[in-house]
């Protein structure tokens, strides 16, 4: 029975002015929009500048304030005294090992970056396949509801061949039944398609959902795997290892330190309360300082070899999207003869069913033939549009600017 459904079809074309027009790419900017990632961008952005103020801030004012309280017994004191001591101090980064901080900082700002570029790209795909599944089922119902009009005019002279006794009541309820069964299949496109527009309208509200404009690979494997955003994320992360290697050999080197301290005296013995000013230096000495660099090393190593892995991972990628969009062609370019000789015949055996020169069976199997190239069609069709239109988009950039 599901060969017989499948078998009802008639070819049509279906015009480009049945669906509005927009672009793929501000379709799916105005997605990123409505979903913030642009706005996440520009706070990554806003965050990185304060944190690179406040350590820039910090080479010259690095302040630090100190309290400390003393209670002392002279044996030769009848009560203890106390002294309090104040200070404060500023450590200044004469070296400017802070620069390195700053860099990296950068570094993170823009490897956060690339994580919401990769967000951009899964929004931008599961977008494009959602619209090229929409238009798919689209072109099939409009295809499925012409030809259900033209095949109740067929059932209509059946009926009217059967009254007149011209062919048993069977022939009549066989193509009546089967017709019946093709109408739940339209019903059942319907729903997808509705469905498909709803979940696309949940991204972009009230907006036409693009259409698949013709169009040419105007790209090449260098270009695609330059764009991918995990390849940057993972250069800058290799970046960042080499940038905290170079910051934790330079961590030894001092600090100036200038200050003034305060010391409230109770000793009888003493002058009394003393005020000063001092300078000097402060060297960090961390024993495992160096291992510490040896592991940003290494890690910096082990990145820059997943990076081997990803070129090879999105190589496979680009030729798996070059594949489909060639077997699409190809498909294509048979199918078109095979299209014509189908349309011939199915004019011919349409004929000779009318005069009941053929039987049921002859008619179906002749239908079948030809729905299975109409949909094959359709089917090379959305699968060259859409990944030209993946493969164009990816190369260029466009979604994650």
């Known amino acids: 029975m599901t060969k017989i459904v499948k078998s009802f079809a008639l070819f049509i074309i279906i015009p480009s002015a ?104 899964q929004l931008f795909l599961s977008l494009v396949n959602m619209i090229a599944t929409y238009h798919r089922i689209h072109k099939l119902l409009t295809l499925h509801q012409q030809f259900y009009n033209e095949q109740k005019k067929i059932l209509t002279k059946l009926t009217e061949a059967y009254k007149a006794g011209a062919i048993p009541k069977i022939e009549s309820e066989r193509f009546a039944n089967a017709l019946t069964l093709f109408h739940g299949r339209i019903v059942q496109e319907e729903e997808l398609v509705k469905n498909l527009s709803q979940r696309l309208n949940l991204y972009v509200p009230d907006q036409p959902i693009p259409n698949f404009e013709a169009a040419s690979i105007h790209t090449d494997i260098s270009n695609f795997i330059k764009q991918n955003p995990l390849l940057r994320y993972k250069n800058i992360e290799s970046n ?29 013995t003493a002058n009394g309360n003393n005020y000063s000013f001092f300078t000097g230096i402060h060297i960090n000495f961390d024993s495992g300082l160096k291992k510490e660099a040896e592991a940003a090393k290494v890690q910096a190593l082990r990145v820059k070899s997943e990076e081997i892995s990803l070129k090879i991972k999105e190589q496979e990628r680009y030729l798996d999207y070059l594949g489909k969009i060639q077997a699409a062609e190809r498909k294509e370019k048979i199918l078109k003869p095979a299209l014509h000789r189908a349309l011939l015949t199915m ?44 493969l164009n988009t990816l190369s260029t950039g466009k979604i994650y600017e």
């Open 18 to 121: 049945l669906l509005a027009s927009n672009s793929i790419v501000e379709y799916v900017k105005t997605a990123q929009k409505r979903l913030s990632l642009e706005d996440q961008i520009q706070m990554i952005n806003k965050e990185k500048n304060l944190r690179i103020s406040a350590k820039k801030l910090q080479s010259f004012a690095n302040f630090s304030a100190d309290i400390q309280y003393t209670q002392t017994k002279d044996q030769l004191l009848p009560n203890h005294f106390h002294t309090i001591d104040y200070s404060l101090s500023d450590n200044i980064d004469i070296f400017n090992k802070n620069s390195l901080i700053i860099e990296k900082l950068y570094l993170e700002s823009e490897k956060s970056k690339y994580l919401i570029w990769q967000r951009k790209e």
């Open 347 to 390: 004019q011919r055996v349409k004929t000779a069913y009318l005069k009941h020169y053929i039987d049921f069976n002859s008619y179906l199997q002749t239908l079948q033939s030809l729905l299975s190239i109409q949909e094959e069609e359709i089917d090379a069709l959305i699968t060259k549009q859409k990944n030209i239109v993946i």
């Open 240 to 268: 960042i290892a080499n940038k905290e290697a170079e910051f934790i050999k330079k961590s030894w080197l001092p600090d100036a330190v200038i200050g003034a301290a305060y010391q409230q005296n109770s000793d009888p």
